[in-house]
């Protein structure tokens, strides 16, 4: 607490920047970019980092450990690829936040901290979609279909609710979804479950070195692809993936015009 008592005079002194005390939701912070850590320790000029970091975007500085320590995050979509999240702190240490908004940059009002608060809401999944949060905060929605249908028709089918054939950017992410999977009636889906990577050879077959990549951009982990088969029926003859429900989600490659379940995946809205 003696960090953020120090704090708060000094930051409110910082010419032309409003500064608002404000509970950011954790929700948003994972999906922001750090710029700066400190402690009550740590020797900073506060005003410097504010000027530098600050001037031309909006800033968050988020107090955990009860306020003795905090993390300066600029509003910028975060890249961060280690699970669970980039953060200093956990959401359980998370206690509060300051928002510097630069006056000349931004549009201030009596009503800004409404208009925050409205901001920073969680975005969701639609209803029956599994949610799950990835390491830079945003939360990719899965869904599953268990109607039949060759692949390129799971893709307009997918494509047509404004989501792509669905893919993992973690093994959490993947096991979680095979939970999601396995929870489903065995009556109601197909044996295979298209996901969304495929593979692209001269001819019809490809050799077992070719890697199986993510399309249309729903993961940028590659190798998540390529590393969970289920060896007796990975032959290398097919070029799209699908997961095997009786198998406890293991990938077998999959002819693309063979008639699967599908699984859909978007970003929450």
Not at 20 to 27: A, G, H, M, N, Q
Not at 120 to 135: D, I, M, S, V
Request: with cysteine; charged share 15%.
């Amino acid at each position: 607490m003696l960090l953020l008592i120090f704090f708060l005079p000094t930051v409110k002194a910082l010419s032309g920047f409003s500064v608002i005390k404000l509970k950011v939701p954790y929700s948003y912070l994972v999906s922001r970019t750090p710029i700066f850590t400190s402690t009550s320790s740590t020797s900073f000029n506060l005003n410097d980092v504010i000027y530098k970091n600050c001037a031309s975007k909006m800033c968050i500085a988020a107090f955990h450990d009860n306020s003795s320590k905090y993390q300066l995050l600029t509003d910028v979509q975060n890249s961060c690829t280690k699970a669970p999240n980039c953060l200093a702190f956990t959401e359980s240490q998370y206690n509060i936040a300051i928002v510097f908004m630069n006056n000349t940059s931004n549009e201030c009002s009596a009503n800004t901290t409404e208009l925050l608060t409205e901001k920073f809401k969680p975005k969701e999944c639609p209803a029956k979609w599994f949610p799950w949060t990835r390491p830079n905060g945003q939360i990719w929605c899965h869904m599953i279909s268990s109607v039949g249908r060759t692949y390129q028709e799971a893709s307009d089918y997918c494509q047509g609710m404004g989501a792509e054939m669905n893919g993992f950017q973690t093994v959490e992410e993947r096991n979680a979804f095979i939970g999601f999977l396995k929870a489903k009636p065995a009556s109601s889906i197909i044996s295979w479950v298209y996901i969304g990577a495929k593979r692209s050879c001269p001819t019809d077959t490809c050799a077992k070195t070719v890697q199986f990549q993510w399309q249309n951009g729903v993961s940028t982990n590659h190798s998540l692809a390529n590393d969970n088969f289920y060896s007796p029926w990975w032959e290398g003859l097919g070029n799209c993936l699908g997961m095997l429900y009786y198998k406890e989600g293991m990938y077998d490659d999959t002819e693309c015009v063979q008639k699967a379940a599908a699984s859909c995946g978007m970003l929450a809205k």
